[in-house]
């Protein structure tokens, strides 16, 4: 089993920054791909970007290309977005997530969830 806990959720004005971690704990030898989600109000869970633990490969959607950046430390079992230029339209809980597998896509089978963080952007 894997726990997952994200931090660093806030709110700021547009054009602002903010970096989110999510802290592994339990059996996390085990694990292939990280990746960070998001909700925006009344639509469904949607993938941001995701990350290979073994080889560091890692996508970010459109959306937030150039904007925000996925990164890692293993020795701190922790998967970092850093996201820069934020705008209202980022609105929403932030989840990290995790899997076990290869997996068929990026933003596929994800095993475990955090809880989730609240960012909130307004003018």
């Known amino acids: 089993q894997v726990q997952l806990v994200e931090s660093g959720g806030d709110s700021v004005q547009t054009g602002g920054s903010l970096r989110l971690a999510c802290v592994a704990s339990?059996?996390?030898?085990?694990?292939?791909?990280v990746a960070w989600f998001r909700q925006l109000p009344g639509k469904e869970r949607e993938g941001v970007a995701a990350i290979s633990r073994h080889n560091g490969r890692m996508i970010h959607v459109a959306s937030v290309q150039g904007r925000f950046f996925i990164t890692h430390d293993i020795g701190k079992n922790t998967v970092y977005l850093e996201m820069y230029g934020l705008k209202p339209e980022d609105t929403a809980m932030y989840y990290c997530?995790?899997?076990?597998?290869?997996?068929?896509?990026?933003?596929?089978?994800?095993?475990?969830w955090g809880q989730g963080t609240q960012v909130t952007v307004s003018d």
């Open positions: 339990g059996d996390t030898g085990s694990l292939v791909y």
């Open positions: 997530a995790a899997r076990a597998s290869q997996g068929s896509t990026w933003f596929g089978d994800y095993d475990y």
